[in-house]
């Protein structure tokens, strides 16, 4: 149990996939404008992170390692993903309309990122077991929804801000992040992994 | 080597049978209503409903927001058709939302242009083709006819002509209008009938 919770904390805190490790900073800039698309877009982020760590642990250690073909990771689990996520999508679009309006248009917005494909590999190299797996997912999206939030909510008052001219629009946008960044890595030392 | 092929062969194989499968099992039906009122309006894409496009307009006559007669470039055609469709009477059309004429296109008069681009954010349906600065073409067979990029242009350039009838858009007038086409109805019912058995 205190190795899950270490693992939770190790993600969305300490390894945060924005602020410290880099991955999906393009949806991170790029639907960051208003608290309502962040919050969709972070919905989505979750369920498909931890989907996709659990379905390319499987493919991982079902299909590839008995096979002797790990090299084929990176373009397996981007089939992989790519496949559970749009099979996820027609279902979840037939069963549950009113899931399907909230994370509709980002869910194959997310599912090519960069942060999926990271969790994914990651869990690989730190030889992740199946519900360690999930953990790290389900963490690794809960500090990207995390810090997509906050930052959303923090760009809505920047654009009332009174920023001088030369600093307006992404600017300041990227600055912000920088700082927010600065903030994440104090986390560091707090737990190792 | 051959077992990297095979395995990832397989596999994507596999997803795409899943996938095709799952959409088929899952496909969500829309408004089959709206959906048969669209195909009936005439994709103009003009607004002169007041909708921003004909789907907007089918999903609001489908909610019974909306009257059948604010269709102007369907005319009392479409007016009737939806009539028939909706079991209502046909109305005249409504004059607020504009008059009902015959089928134009845009041209652009190339010379004048000065490539502003302000007519190509204006077309609804991307029937203008052009870059800054360089002169803007119409694609004819795409041009619906809506007059949305007439008003933005700053020099007046553009001009709606009526549509050409050629080969390709001539249709048989409609049997009111021609009532004499018996001989080639029964043609067609024999030669159906020699299929059939």
């Known amino acids: ?193 | 080597m051959v077992t990297a092929m095979l395995v990832l062969g397989i596999m994507s194989g596999l997803f795409g049978l899943v996938l095709s499968y799952a959409s088929k099992r899952f496909k969500v039906e829309g408004d089959p209503v709206a959906d048969q009122i669209n195909d009936l309006l005439p994709q103009t894409q003009c607004g002169q409903c007041n909708y921003a496009g004909c789907r907007p307009y089918a999903e609001a006559i489908a909610a019974g927001k909306a009257d059948i007669n604010q269709c102007p470039p369907g005319g009392e055609e479409t007016i009737r058709t939806l009539a028939d469709l909706l079991d209502m009477d046909p109305k005249p059309l409504n004059q607020e939302h504009g008059q009902h004429k015959e089928k134009l296109v845009a041209v652009i008069i190339e010379p004048v242009c000065i490539g502003c681009t302000l007519c190509i954010q204006a077309c609804p349906v991307d029937a203008i083709l052009g870059a800054p600065k360089q002169m803007h073409t119409v694609i004819e067979s795409e041009c619906t006819g809506c007059e949305l990029c007439v008003p933005p242009c700053p020099v007046d350039c553009i001009d709606m002509v009526p549509l050409q009838k050629d080969i390709f858009s001539w249709k048989w007038p409609f049997p009111d209008s021609a009532p004499d086409s018996r001989n080639g109805d029964t043609a067609i019912h024999g030669a159906a009938g020699d299929h059939g058995a």
């Open chain 1, 1 to 193: 149990m205190t190795e899950f919770a270490l693992i939770l904390v190790s993600t969305v805190l300490v390894n945060n996939f924005v602020l410290v490790r880099f991955l999906g900073l393009c949806p991170f800039m790029g639907v960051s404008r208003s608290l309502e698309t962040a919050t969709g877009m972070a919905l989505a982020t979750t369920f498909v992170l931890t989907l996709s760590s659990v379905a390319s642990y499987l493919a991982n250690h079902f299909l590839l390692e008995p096979l002797g073909l790990e090299y084929l990771r990176t373009i397996t689990f981007i089939l992989v993903i790519a496949v559970v996520v749009q099979f996820t999508e027609l279902v979840v679009h037939k069963t549950s309309p009113l899931l399907y309006q909230v994370l509709g248009i980002f869910l194959p917005l997310i599912t090519t990122n960069c942060a999926v494909l990271g969790v994914a590999l990651l869990n690989v190299q730190q030889g992740h077991g199946f519900v360690q797996s999930a953990v790290f997912g389900f963490g690794a999206a809960a500090g990207f929804s995390l810090v997509l939030v906050l930052f959303a909510a923090m760009r809505e008052r920047i654009v009332h801000a009174d920023v001088p001219a030369a600093f307006r629009g992404p600017a300041i946008t990227l600055v912000t992040a920088g700082l927010m960044s600065l903030a994440f890595m104090g986390f560091s030392g707090l737990v190792k992994g």
